[in-house]
């Protein structure tokens, strides 16, 4: 199988494996790293050594100026989506409680199901949702932002990092300066982002990471929470995670959360150089098979993200997401499979959701809108670091071979 899906879940890492086999084999892996006895102390010091590897990893690729992080500003989490109930309902609630004014939530409106499904909880909790629009570049509007903060009301802002399905990089820092300026906190959903982007967190008061999307093991989130800022637990219990995330800790996944990101951290810039020219090579085997493939394009376009260096970044360098033009292109994902070649034509989250409910994915509907054509299928191809410029040629090959048998079955080889 040819893997396109990176985005979706990553490979785990060697370094991600290893770390969590070696915790295995201690004589106090089986112990509980809240015990009190000696194995539990042990669990507990490798848990913390984890957090420890999370917080240097994370001021290495981020612009975080405090010397170290402090261990309080690292919570464990399962997974992303839990990463971000927890920043957004409890900077939203904690916020609140401070000052019951601050009763409104501000989210774009490109966001994850897991931050924009959470608003309609956060609705129901008598928060006001407001919806940030997106520019025709796809990044958020800053003066529909600046008239929607007007009011000194907002208890959160809450952008994605870098889009899951179109992998624009959104401006952070300014949204979060904004949000500053008139009194509110700043969320970002940083799942795609982090060890695979330089990140600037200096204006983020909350970020939410996920393990697996970039070589650790499925089922670990973390929030950084920057110190002293307002953020009520959303689950009660033990206390654990400094009385935010109650529930007994995974320490081997951590540990290979930990691995993953030190390892992705280490190798950022040479990471971004090979993904970069991998999509280099799949654009211009795309263009070349033109004859083809004629009505090819991207969002952003292609020349936009063509024009990418790892100093320029404004798409994330693993991900491109292609608007493929004609009725054969119907069924691609499931075309591709066939093919042997794991790609997806968004979200791998929602798709369950989406065939439940018949629903194109909102960055779906955005350009369906925006690309004036009448048969616009989407495809997102994410590449990683076990892909080879072999497998965009089989992309493409799989690509054309598709165009060309649809095209001759449909009983109309000239289109
Ligand atoms: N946010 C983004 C941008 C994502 O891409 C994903 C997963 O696809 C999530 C959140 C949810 O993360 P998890 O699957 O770890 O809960």
């Known amino acids: 199988m040819i893997y396109l899906d990176h985005a979706a879940s990553a490979p785990l890492l060697l370094q991600a494996r290893r770390a969590m086999d070696t915790y295995y084999d201690q004589w106090y892996a089986c112990a509980n790293p809240n015990a009190f006895h000696h194995a539990g102390k042990c669990a507990a010091r490798d848990l913390e050594q984890a ?21 309080k500003e690292l919570i464990f989490t399962r997974g992303g989506t839990e990463s971000i109930h927890l920043a957004l309902m409890g900077l939203a609630h904690g916020m609140r409680a401070k000052n019951p004014k601050r009763n409104t939530v501000i989210i774009s409106e490109l966001e994850h199901h897991a931050v924009s499904e959470l608003s309609a909880l956060l609705a129901k909790d008598g928060f006001e949702i407001k919806i940030l629009k997106v520019t025709d570049s796809l990044t958020v509007d800053l003066n529909h932002l600046k008239t929607l903060l007007t009011e000194n009301n907002v208890a959160v802002v809450s952008v994605m990092y870098a889009h899951n399905e179109i992998g624009v990089i959104e401006p952070i820092q300014a949204v979060g300066k904004m949000a500053h300026e008139h009194g509110a906190l700043m969320h970002t959903d940083a799942v795609q982002a982090f060890c695979h982007l330089p990140l600037d967190l200096t204006q983020v008061d909350a970020a939410s990471f996920a393990a697996h999307k970039l070589g650790g093991p499925r089922g670990m989130g973390l929030m950084y929470l920057r110190r002293a800022t307002p953020c009520q637990p959303i689950m009660v219990g033990g206390g654990q995670e400094h009385g935010l995330r109650s529930g007994t800790q995974d320490v081997a996944g951590a540990l290979g959360f930990a691995a993953a990101a030190q390892f992705m951290a280490d190798h950022l810039e040479v990471h971004t150089e090979y993904l970069l020219s991998l999509r280099t090579h799949l654009l211009t085997e795309l263009r070349r ?84 054509r009448a048969e616009r299928y989407p495809l997102r191809i994410s590449a990683g670091h076990a892909s080879s ?27």
């Not at 957090?51 to 261990?71: D, E, I």
């Not at 004859?291 to 969002?299: D, G, R």
């Not at 992309?395 to 095209?407: D, T």
């Open 289 to 372: 098979a033109t004859i083809s493939v004629p009505e090819l394009c991207a969002v952003p376009t292609l020349a936009d993200i063509d024009q990418q260096t790892s100093s320029n970044l404004t798409v994330n360098p693993g991900l491109t997401h292609l608007v493929l033009g004609g009725k054969v292109f119907d069924q691609i994902v499931m075309k591709l499979d066939e093919a042997g070649i794991a790609a997806s034509s968004g979200s791998a989250c929602t798709s369950t959701a989406r065939t439940q409910h018949h629903q194109p994915s909102i960055v779906s509907s955005i350009m369906q809108a925006r690309i004036p």
């Open 389 to 415: 410029k072999a497998d965009m040629d089989a992309l493409v090959r799989a690509l054309v071979e598709i165009a060309r048998s649809g095209r001759a079955s449909s009983g109309s080889l000239r289109r």
């Open 51 to 71: 957090r420890s590897t999370l917080g240097n990893t994370l001021q290495k690729v981020s612009k975080l100026a405090t010397s170290r992080l402090h261990p």
